[in-house]
């Protein structure tokens, strides 16, 4: 498993792969930025820190929703078009480590890209909540769920797009199904309060929805849900061993 992670590793030095993994929150975080310096009057309440942390927690949380989605597309499409446009799984698959192994290697170090991405947003956050004068009644708890539910949700999206972009040369339609998947997360962000109750009854069924639904916002109200965050987890966990089964059978050219 080292020798698989430490070969995507050195691979990925050559792309721009890691600098997305810090635009993705350093864009969140200055469109926020930018958003409140120009209209912060209108805004911010004075001496409500507790109100103002929760509408910059939402605001947040609709910009990250979409990076998110969109950058497990381009992590996965990029790091498995490296072995497509090379052709090198030849050369990749010759190293002493099974298939299987090679096929996690690429979950693990996109999964641990996505958790750093994730962190620098709750820092990020952190930050610009400080910045703008919000130093009582801090979230801490809030914050962490904004970031992390989400990033936990998305495993199960993790493990369907990479199965697509690892099988298929073509990255075409792993991409269309990943902006596809974005616009549906970002629809069941609109949901209503009423509407976020009764989701359950389909939602479970759509791995796309679960990090939006993972920690939604209506009013400045936070509601967090870990089934969703199971559910994500659950899903990774089917789709991965389906894809590792596909990939153990792919025929190497």
Not at 10 to 21: A, G, N, S
Not at 105 to 121: D, E, P, R
Not at 127 to 151: K, R, S
Not at 194 to 222: M, N
């Amino acid at each position: 498993m080292n020798e698989a992670l430490m070969s995507d590793w050195i691979k990925m030095r050559k792309t721009w792969i890691r600098f997305l993994v810090i635009l993705g929150p350093l864009g969140v975080i200055a469109l926020n930025a930018a958003r409140y310096a120009a209209s912060y009057q209108s805004i911010v309440t004075p001496g409500a820190d507790a109100q103002n942390w929760a509408l910059l927690i939402q605001n947040v949380d609709h910009l990250l929703l979409p990076s998110l989605m969109l950058g497990i597309t381009l992590l996965t499409s990029l790091l498995s078009g490296l072995e497509h446009r090379g052709h090198a799984w030849k050369q990749l698959l010759a190293l002493p480590v099974s298939r299987s192994r090679i096929y996690m290697s690429k979950f693990i170090l996109i999964a641990g890209l996505l958790a750093v991405s994730s962190t620098l947003c709750a820092i990020g956050t952190l930050c610009l909540g400080f910045a703008f004068g919000f130093t009582t009644h801090v979230p801490w708890l809030h914050v962490l769920g904004e970031c992390y539910y989400p990033y936990l949700a998305s495993y199960g999206v993790l493990a369907i797009q990479l199965l697509l972009s690892m099988l298929m040369a073509n990255q075409s339609f792993a991409i269309t199904l990943g902006v596809l998947g974005m616009i549906i997360s970002g629809l069941s962000d609109a949901l209503t309060h009423d509407s976020l109750t009764h989701a359950w009854h389909w939602a479970r069924f759509v791995p796309w929805v679960y990090p939006s639904l993972s920690a939604a916002t209506h009013a400045t109200i936070q509601y967090l849900d870990i089934k969703y965050v199971i559910c994500g987890l659950i899903a990774s966990a089917v789709w991965l061993l389906l894809g590792s089964w596909g990939f153990t059978h792919k025929e190497v050219k």
